[in-house]
């Protein structure tokens, strides 16, 4: 019993600090994302600092599922874009939330994910890089409301990629 209590204090501690976040978070202006999927979806960064990044979503009626929450999907999106943008933000030295002028990037290598109540309202997404490797970098991410509710947990590991200069092609 002493145990489950100390787990429950933690928890709620937690909670707590995530709801504290969201609510100094929710009134922040955010800056949309350059990825024509996630301005479509209205995901916007609101933090991203080295190893640590923050995005977030208005659930509209169109995100649903059949129950009226956000969708899997949708949640899913939210736990990779977090952390990309946390892995991205290790390896390059100047930060841009377009990533337009950043020198490297990266592409999901895997990804799990725990859903673990439904998303409804005002969702934010926090990714941290946690390991740094070679070519592979290793992150966590969760999806919480504004109350500081946990919607879901996930681990990633992402590899950097090099950013090359798209060509047009050659005219005829």
Do not use: W
């Not at 946690?130 to 919607?151: D, K, M, P, T, Y």
């Amino acid at each position: 019993m002493l145990r489950l209590n100390a787990l429950q204090e933690e928890s709620e501690r937690l909670r707590l600090q995530r709801a504290s976040l969201a609510s100094a978070l929710l009134g922040v202006e955010g800056t949309p994302l350059g990825i024509p999927f996630l301005q479509h979806l209205g995901v916007e960064s609101v933090r991203y600092t080295p190893g640590d990044a923050i995005v977030r979503l208005v659930v509209v009626d169109y995100l649903e599922n059949s129950f009226q929450m956000v969708h899997g999907g949708v949640t899913m999106t939210l736990l990779d874009v977090g952390m990309a943008m946390a892995a991205r933000s290790v390896l390059n030295s100047h930060l841009e939330v377009s990533a337009a002028s950043e020198t490297h990037g990266v592409v999901t290598v895997e990804m799990k994910a725990s859903f673990l109540a439904p998303g409804t309202g005002t969702l934010l997404a926090r990714g941290r890089c946690l390991q740094r490797g070679a070519s592979l970098l290793f992150c966590e991410g969760e999806v919480f409301g504004a109350n500081g509710g946990l919607i879901a947990t996930s681990s990633g590991t992402f590899k950097a990629i090099r950013r090359r200069e798209v060509h047009a092609p050659h005219a005829v």
